[in-house]
């Protein structure tokens, strides 16, 4: 029997000519590993399109409360929940109630929105406060009372312990299911921090970076019309593109995880009595997302949408690795032969090498694009589907 303290993926992903994640220059991200230039994908990157995919296994379909990120709380969401409730209040009333708000969340600065910084909350946490500030409006209908009153509310000594039992009464995800997946800190109030379940490497080639300038131009259908006039290019661009084989690698604490959606504490993770449904279903959910959602960008021009096409999925409770030695040499694929099966050949060589040092502790099963086969090292070829299952089966059983 097998404890999956730990779930480890690690999937190599195929693209081409698209530039999947920029910098600030507008270049792809790159990395120097093992004396080359690889093309990168931030972990970042990768957790908002898994955040907000939108198929059957996005999150949002598991049924739990999400959180929303913003600099901008109550302008977007609290404020015309306010209206909604009290159609007659004071505009400058429920103005002077936003502020005070924003000051509580977002800092003294937050009366400048380019000084806020963006801050993940849970729905939960946004219902609650949108019935406080119409509570308070209720009460003090002007700006000057409801001013005082929100101050008193928000920003004095009691405040702290107001959120504190907001957390209690709104259950474990207060903060949303994406908070308790990846993490929330809350620099003003240590006590709302969630340490991340889910650590997201940056993804980055196999191989030496493949990129090249794409040059185009933007044609003006109507210049045609005049005869003097030349076919008509209305503006000449130019853009990066890269293609690549990426290797990406995510580690799930499942101790937390499940800590962070039950309430439960860490320790009694794997308690016989405790019900570990929910993060189950959400762990299937990661793993149809991480093969099968890409970064978005550029999607007009390069449709990047790519699935993996190996996928290596460990479950056990030695402390996690990343196999991303298989990958410090640049792959190279010989005459004829294809990148991925060589990059998956190295992947499982070096999974292959680790063993011979620290020995097989883990239990293993992957998918393959190339079907293959099974062996001492792993089972499978399994399809997306049962490895969802079986991680499934396996964390509301706390056995592997």
């Known amino acids: 029997m097998t404890q999956p303290r730990f779930i480890q993926f690690h999937s190599l992903v195929s693209y081409p000519a698209v530039l999947l994640n920029r910098d600030d220059a507008g270049l792809a991200k790159r990395i120097s590993y093992g004396g080359s230039v690889r093309t990168?994908?931030?972990?970042?990157?990768?957790?908002?399109?898994?955040?907000?995919?939108e198929d059957e296994w996005s999150l949002a379909n598991t049924g739990l409360d999400l959180s929303v990120r913003s600099r901008e709380i109550f302008e977007y969401e609290i404020g015309p929940r306010v209206l909604e409730a009290l159609p007659d209040a004071d505009p400058q009333a429920v103005k002077a109630a936003g502020a005070v708000l924003s000051r509580a969340v977002?800092?003294?600065?937050?009366?400048?929105?380019?000084?806020?910084?963006?801050?993940?909350?849970?729905?939960?946490?946004?219902?609650?406060?949108?019935?406080?500030?119409?509570?308070?409006?209720?009460?003090?209908?002007?700006?000057?009372?409801?001013t005082a009153a929100a101050e008193a509310r928000f920003l004095g000594k009691d405040a702290r312990a107001n959120f504190a039992a907001l957390r209690e009464t709104a259950g474990n995800l207060a903060a949303g299911l994406e908070a308790a997946l990846f993490g929330r800190m809350v620099t003003s109030d240590f006590s709302a921090n969630t340490d991340a379940a889910i650590h997201v490497a940056h993804a980055f080639t196999v191989h030496e970076q493949e990129s090249e300038t794409d040059y185009f131009t933007v044609v003006d259908d109507l210049k045609r019309q005049a005869a003097n006039e030349d076919a008509g290019s209305g503006g000449i661009f130019d853009t990066e593109l890269t293609s690549g084989l990426f290797y990406e690698y995510v580690v799930v604490d499942v101790p937390l995880l499940v800590s962070n959606i039950t309430g439960a504490p860490v320790a009694d993770w794997s308690r016989s009595d405790l019900d570990r449904s929910l993060p189950a279903k959400v762990v299937e959910h990661l793993i149809h997302l991480i093969a099968t959602i890409s970064p978005g960008a550029k999607k007009g021009s390069t449709a990047p949408y790519a699935h993996a096409s190996t996928l290596l999925v460990e479950a056990g409770t030695s402390q996690p690795r990343s196999l991303a030695k298989a990958f410090e040499a640049p792959v190279r694929a010989g005459r004829g032969e294809s990148l991925g099966s060589r990059a998956e050949k190295a992947l499982f060589e070096c999974l292959d090498r680790f063993d011979a040092i620290y020995c097989k502790r883990e239990v293993r099963r992957f998918a393959s694009y190339d079907g293959r086969p099974g062996s001492a090292l792993a089972d499978g070829p399994h399809t997306l589907q049962d490895l969802g299952l079986w991680l499934r089966s396996s964390i509301q059983a706390a056995e592997a």
Not at 40 to 53: F, G, P
């Open 40 to 53: 990168r994908i931030s972990s970042q990157c990768l957790k908002r399109h898994w955040r907000t995919a």
């Open 106 to 146: 977002y800092g003294q600065k937050a009366d400048d929105v380019r000084k806020r910084q963006a801050l993940l909350l849970g729905w939960p946490e946004l219902r609650f406060l949108t019935g406080e500030v119409v509570a308070l409006l209720r009460d003090h209908p002007t700006a000057n009372a409801v």
